[in-house]
C-alpha cells in the first residue's frame, strides 16, 4: 500500500495561485498513477487531473489550461499548481494513486487517499 498525505491549500483571493504537494510514504511512489479529485460541500467528489506512471497527463474541462500535475518521483511526492483560481475552485482536493493499468475519472477506480487539503478562494 501507499499512504498519502495533501498539504498547501488555504485562502486564496479570485485570480491568484496555489500549490498543493502528495507525500506519499509505505511503498516505492513511481510505481503508482496520481490522480487530484476535489469536493465541494454539498457536492460530488469531482475528478481534476491525473499524471501516469510515465508521466502523461489528463485534465478535467474545468480547469485545463489553469491547472498542472506534476510529480517528482525522487522526492516521492506529487503537485497540483492552481493558477488563474476562481471561488468556483473551492474545495477540499484530494491526492489518490492507483495502479490501475487504465486509469479512469472515477473515484472508485482510485484505491489510496489522502485524508484532503481545503482550498478556500474568495472575490
Known amino acids: 500500500q501507499v499512504t498519502l498525505v495533501e498539504s498547501g491549500g488555504g485562502l486564496a483571493q479570485a485570480g491568484g495561485s496555489l500549490r498543493l504537494s502528495c507525500a506519499a510514504s509505505?511503498?516505492?511512489?513511481?510505481?503508482?498513477?496520481l490522480a487530484w479529485f476535489r469536493q465541494a460541500p454539498g457536492k460530488e467528489r469531482e475528478f481534476v487531473a491525473w499524471i501516469t506512471r510515465d508521466g502523461s497527463t489528463s485534465y478535467a474541462d474545468s480547469v485545463e489550461g489553469r491547472f498542472t500535475i506534476s510529480r517528482d518521483n525522487a522526492k516521492n511526492t506529487g503537485y497540483l499548481q492552481m493558477n488563474s483560481l476562481s471561488p468556483e475552485d473551492t474545495a477540499v482536493y484530494y491526492c489518490?494513486?492507483?495502479?490501475?493499468?487504465?486509469?479512469?475519472?472515477?473515484?472508485?477506480?482510485?484505491?489510496?487517499w489522502g485524508q484532503g487539503t481545503q482550498v478556500s478562494v474568495s472575490s
Open positions: 509505505g511503498r516505492t511512489f513511481s510505481v503508482y498513477h
Open positions: 489518490a494513486a492507483t495502479q490501475l493499468v487504465f486509469l479512469s475519472t472515477n473515484r472508485r477506480d482510485w484505491h489510496y
